[in-house]
């Protein structure tokens, strides 16, 4: 079976490269025909943003038409410097870095398109110069760029926005609309509801003053397995649904070593049954680092490992083994992420990313173990019920995502429902975190494993 099933009686076949492919080229036409300031594009996880931003450029600058490029952080933009490379290897290409002590990925300096500096005047003259949205800040131009084209947009605030405007006369923003809201150091309620909110994202911003600019979304996720793409477009993108790029069984996870019938093993096997597995624990308020729930998290990374999987997929003909690399543990806090290493480490596993949903953003794996943001809470707070949070633990898989979690969370999210005051002139964001987090709970429950450790 493939992707291009009939979704209902008298419909169409669905063809994710046809579907994709017509996105694309509205947003080409748009970007290089067009005749509006910003184009806007919407995209769910795993759906070809870079992919997008490459072409592009590449596009852009074939046309005679110099541009910038914005990301957020240093490592997208050297991971675009890169994807530009390897696509045209003649293409001149800057690479405009701060004078911190090291920039830049040094991998750039064996690439011969690729000039660096410090200095905006150094690179005057290439077709793409590219950088982070706080280096471009700090740069002024006799004459603006005719195109820009900013990455990951909705991870940048508008005050970010507002000071790289004057660089460019229009622009391609692409971005997640269901990832974290842009950081700030500060509290944003003083600005609640003003049309000049310095924490709002970017496109929120624009598309507030601006709401007549073109807006398009790429309409299937290539990295979400047909398993999951139903739940994470339901729970997180109700108004911009997506579809997988695979159809059902297309991806298999096999173990090469049968369960132990411990709750690891046990939750293992559903998840590679059918995409998601919840190891539940016993009902108990505890620690933000949580003991039991940190451990049973080693565990079923280290049983992963133990029981020989092996991925098969569209990218390969032949199984590929799951190793510690194509696996990752998403947490909340940054300190529930070191106990989880260093319960790995005691169990001799390495090589396996640890980290925070916040930097698992635009990362890929084939399985994920998750520990839930409110396993073992005595409350519901506003930051573990951000929707973007559990949109992010919940979309970086290619196979399977298993999550570890006291039980109890339903419960605990019906004693604390969303009670956050309405400001007049903000845009409510939907769905909310409480409403989000029941219809992912709702879904795992039906590939629950009770475990009492």
Not at 47 to 67: D, F, I, N, Y
Not at 151 to 160: G, I, L, P
Request: with cysteine; glycine share 8%.
């Amino acid at each position: 079976m493939t992707a291009e099933t009939v979704s209902a009686p008298g419909r169409p076949e669905f063809d994710p490269g046809a579907e994709a492919a017509r996105a694309t080229e509205a947003i080409l036409d748009d970007t290089l025909h067009g005749t509006a300031r910003g184009v806007v594009v919407d995209s769910p996880p795993g759906a070809g943003k870079s992919t997008l931003v490459v072409r592009a450029a590449l596009e852009l600058a074939r046309a005679g038409r110099p541009l910038m490029v914005v990301a957020q952080t240093n490592a997208q933009v050297d991971d675009l410097v890169v994807r530009l490379a390897e696509k045209e290897p003649e293409l001149p290409v800057g690479r405009l870095h701060s004078s911190d002590a090291d920039p830049y990925d040094r991998a750039l300096e064996e690439l011969a398109n690729v000039r660096t500096s410090a200095k905006a005047q150094d690179l005057a003259g290439l077709p793409v110069v590219l950088s982070t949205a706080a280096k471009w800040a700090h740069v002024s131009v006799d004459e603006p760029w005719r195109h820009a084209i900013v990455d990951e947009a909705y991870q940048m605030r508008s005050d970010a926005l507002l000071a790289v405007a004057g660089l460019f006369e229009r622009a391609l923003f692409v971005g997640d609309p269901g990832q974290l809201d842009p950081f700030s150091t500060v509290g944003g309620e003083q600005w609640a509801g003003l049309s000049y909110d310095p924490s709002a994202a970017a496109v929120t911003t624009l598309l507030a003053h601006n709401p007549a600019l073109p807006q398009h979304r790429l309409p299937v996720s290539w990295r979400l397995p047909a398993s999951a793409a139903r739940l994470v477009s339901d729970a997180f993108y109700p108004f911009t649904p997506f579809r997988s790029g695979t159809g059902p069984g297309e991806r298999r996870l096999a173990l090469a070593v049968a369960s132990d019938g411990s709750g690891p093993d046990r939750v293992i096997d559903a998840a590679a049954e059918s995409g998601w597995g919840l190891l539940e624990l016993p009902a108990r308020h505890t620690p933000r680092t949580d003991p039991e729930a940190v451990r049973a998290v080693a565990q079923v990374v280290r049983r992963l490992l133990d029981r020989g999987g092996a991925a098969v997929s569209e990218r390969s003909p032949d199984p590929v083994p799951l190793t510690a690399s194509r696996i990752a543990v998403g947490t909340a806090h940054r300190d529930q992420a070191a106990a989880v290493r260093a319960a790995l480490a005691a169990l001799g596993v390495s090589g396996v990313t640890v980290d925070t949903a916040n930097r698992l953003q635009g990362r890929e794996y084939d399985v994920t173990v998750v520990l839930h943001p409110l396993s073992g809470r005595p409350d519901a707070t506003a930051f573990h019920l951000e929707t973007g949070r559990l949109c992010v633990l919940a979309s970086r898989h290619r196979h399977a995502c298993i999550v570890v979690c006291r039980a109890g969370v339903d419960d605990l999210l019906d004693d604390y429902p969303s009670t956050e005051p309405v400001q007049l002139g903000t845009l409510v964001k939907f769905p909310d975190g409480w409403e989000a987090n029941h219809a992912v709970l709702a879904h795992l429950a039906e590939h629950r494993v009770r475990w009492r450790p």
